[in-house]
């Protein structure tokens, strides 16, 4: 299965297509939107357990967003997806229709670990660490 790769470039963010770049939106504004330059997702003992996640005492792995981001890749159904929405719209907060989606698709992802199908199954928050 083909993924979509990601590039940050000015600090906008791009999705890449069949037929180029995409643009998502400015960085700033989706740091913005997840609620901050970190997001953090809290879980469980029994998903603690696994070996490969790295969570603090409290169960909470904490991460940044530009970092994620500009590793992530996207499958064909999901760059459709915010492909179709408008950059030229903005939401009732006066943000790229795009971007809003950009982030609020990402915050479900995260929130459900990658299985949106599941729902999400832990507590998060964003966390703006910048002062």
């Known amino acids: 299965m083909k993924r979509y790769q990601t590039d940050v470039r000015t600090d906008d963010l791009y999705i890449e297509t069949d037929d180029g770049w995409l643009t998502v939106g400015a960085m700033d504004d989706i ?20 070996s490969w996640l790295d969570t603090d005492d409290e169960g909470t792995l904490t991460f940044d967003v530009r970092e994620t981001l500009a590793e992530m890749s996207y499958d064909k159904e999901f760059v459709s997806t915010v ?49």
């Open 83 to 131: 492909a179709d929405v408008p950059i030229t719209e903005s939401d009732d907060e006066g943000y790229p229709l795009r971007t809003s989606v950009f982030a609020d698709l990402m915050m479900r992802i995260w929130d459900s670990k990658g299985n949106l199908e599941a729902g999400p199954e832990t507590q998060t928050t964003g966390d703006d660490t910048s002062t």
């Open 31 to 50: 740091c913005e939107l997840v609620g901050g330059e970190t997001y953090s997702i809290v879980y469980g003992k029994r998903q603690q357990a696994v």
